[in-house]
């Protein structure tokens, strides 16, 4: 995920729950915003830049700005 705001954090919930999904991370451009979203709804890592997300293996990013 890409934005952890307080709509970014709904959908956090939602792609935790979903059967498909293994992991969730999320990244901002507070990064203490993001670790603090990957704490609370226990997903995670917090990811320390856009570009790191992305040069990652993740298979999708959704982007919450």
């Known amino acids: 995920?890409?934005?952890s705001g307080q709509?970014?954090?709904?959908f956090a919930k939602l792609f935790k729950l979903h059967p498909a999904v293994s992991?969730?991370?999320?990244?901002?451009?507070?990064?203490?915003?993001?670790?603090e979203l990957a704490e609370r709804e226990n997903i995670g890592p917090a990811v320390g830049s856009f570009e790191e997300?992305?040069?990652?293996?993740?298979?999708?990013?959704a982007i919450f700005t």
């Open 1 to 3: 995920m890409i934005g």
């Open 7 to 10: 709509f970014g954090g709904t």
């Open 23 to 35: 992991e969730v991370r999320v990244t901002d451009l507070l990064p203490n915003r993001a670790e």
């Open 53 to 61: 997300m992305l040069g990652s293996d993740v298979d999708s990013v």
